[in-house]
């Protein structure tokens, strides 16, 4: 059974930091894990995305504040979020991809900044 558990979401002022976190079990060979956020309103969007070789994208709105990382021992993504913004309010979701190209989604968590 593939489950994505998520954790680390809240309500935190502009300025301020929130890390999250994604633990994945029942899936193998894992290559790319990733973060998506969906504002109301909004369509669904990548926010960073991790290869299994390390390697990482960010999306230009996130650039130079939002660090992606993983443990493979683990099975784990992390998604540390420095200098928030209002804008940055959305339900946060973890992605996790296999080799073969499975995809998992985690159920989501709230990201709220606001003063």
């Known amino acids: 059974q593939v489950q994505l558990v998520e954790s680390g979401g809240g309500l935190v002022q502009p300025g301020g930091s929130l890390r999250l976190s994604c633990a994945a079990s029942?899936?193998?060979?894992?290559?790319?894990m990733a973060w998506y956020r969906q504002a109301p309103g909004k369509q669904r969007e990548l926010v960073a995305r991790?290869?299994?070789?390390?390697?990482?994208y960010y999306a230009d709105s996130v650039k130079g504040r939002f660090t992606i990382s993983r443990d493979n021992a683990k099975n784990t993504v992390y998604l540390q979020m420095n200098s928030l913004k209002p804008d940055d309010t959305a339900v946060h979701y973890c992605?996790?991809?296999?080799?073969?190209?499975?995809?998992?989604w985690g159920q989501g968590t709230q990201v709220t900044v606001s003063s």
């Open positions: 991790i290869a299994s070789s390390g390697s990482t």
């Open positions: 992605n996790v991809q296999s080799t073969t190209g499975f995809v998992a």
């Open positions: 029942g899936i193998f060979n894992i290559a790319a």
